[in-house]
């Protein structure tokens, strides 16, 4: 039995196994394909479709819908119309496609409408899709079934199973937990990590996140994390995501270096204004609708807010690049010591 509080609108992985003469053949594009992820949105080596989904027909929605189901992946989340998760009405066309081809693989009618209901139960891929392989057509075995917890809450775990707040009690032998952890922030709120000032960074953030460039927090000098808070983390491809950020860490020592720089320390209002940008680009999509990992809606008590930096890999490159050249929002330290002319 799945217990089920929301429908996860997973998507098919696709996997497949590549032959040999495969990989030799799609070895050659390496250079080409890691240069594309770098320059989209998703960090994938797709990007959007150039069209907002009502610029095209009926019959064209269909044909790219379709495409990108059939590619599998996260096509269909990243790589279809570039307005689907800024635009509620065009991010309604996709969850319909979506429904119609889950729907069509689910054979019980009440497993169906609670896997993958008519009406969306939020915007799509406003909570990051999972990929499956034959997930839903396990519903379709007398021996797997789905419970509805949405209005009906586990009470309490017992030696013998799962009682629901009804009195319900189902029996299990074993019991696969899968409610999420703080997931972004909390790698760092957990390190004990203290600033310049004596300050406490678990303290400090929780009134609410505060960094630079999703890379630098302001009283931690010398201090540059990636793959967490306001990156594009969560709504990129992660490697992708860590090659930018890691590069950019690389070349900031390099140039401390080579300029004989102590520390670097992000100004306080410089982190300010990044948060205060984070939040804006947020603002412009629809994930601010949806209580989800996204805006730390996982934790009970967690700040709601924008985790990630929501514009994309290449706009973020772009945007940290810049910093780095002008050192803008850096408080810089020297190892030379200023001589008086006067001595």
């Not at 034959?134 to 009682?163: C, H, L, M």
């Not at 400090?204 to 996140?209: K, N, R, V, Y």
């Not at 709601?304 to 050249?325: F, H, N, Q, T, W």
Request: hydrophobic share 35%; net charge neutral; charged share 25%.
């Amino acid at each position: 039995k799945a217990f089920q509080r929301t429908p996860n609108l997973a998507l098919p992985m696709r996997r497949r196994k590549m032959t040999p003469e495969e990989q030799e053949r799609k070895r050659v594009l390496y250079p080409e394909l890691f240069n594309l992820r770098e320059t989209s949105f998703s960090g994938f080596y797709f990007d959007w479709y150039e069209k907002n989904t009502f610029d095209d027909t009926p019959e064209g929605r269909e044909a790219l819908y379709e495409k990108a189901w059939r590619d599998g992946g996260f096509k269909f989340w990243l790589g279809i119309y570039k307005d689907n998760l800024f635009d509620g009405g065009a991010n309604k066309e996709s969850y319909k496609f979506w429904a119609k081809k889950v729907r069509a693989r689910i054979g019980d009618a009440r497993k169906r409408d609670l896997l993958a209901p008519e009406t969306m139960p939020h915007y799509f891929g406003i909570k990051r899709p999972c990929l499956e392989n034959d997930y839903y057509e396990q519903f379709n075995r007398p021996s797997v079934d789905v419970v509805d917890i949405s209005n009906n809450a586990i009470k309490e775990f017992t030696e013998t199973g799962i009682t629901l707040n009804d009195g319900t009690h189902h029996e299990f032998d074993v019991i696969a937990v899968a409610t999420g952890f703080d997931i972004v922030s909390g790698a760092m709120t957990q390190l004990g990590l203290q600033s310049i000032n004596g300050t406490n960074l678990q303290q400090e953030w929780a009134s609410g996140i505060s960094t630079y460039l999703g890379i630098s927090v302001s009283g931690y000098p010398n201090m540059f994390h990636l793959y967490g808070p306001h990156g594009p983390t969560l709504l990129s491809n992660g490697p992708t995501t860590a090659e930018v950020q890691g590069r950019w860490i690389a070349d900031m020592l390099d140039k401390m270096q080579r300029q004989d720089i102590k520390y670097v320390n992000p100004k306080r209002e410089a982190a300010r204004e990044w948060t205060r940008h984070v939040v804006e680009l947020n603002d412009k999509t629809l994930i601010p609708t949806t209580k989800s990992t996204y805006m730390g809606g996982n934790v009970p008590g967690k700040v709601y807010e924008p985790m990630c930096y929501p514009a994309g890999v290449a706009s973020y490159k772009a945007e940290i690049r810049a910093a780095l050249d002008s050192m803008q929002g850096f408080e810089i330290v020297s190892n030379r010591i200023a001589v008086n002319p006067r001595l």
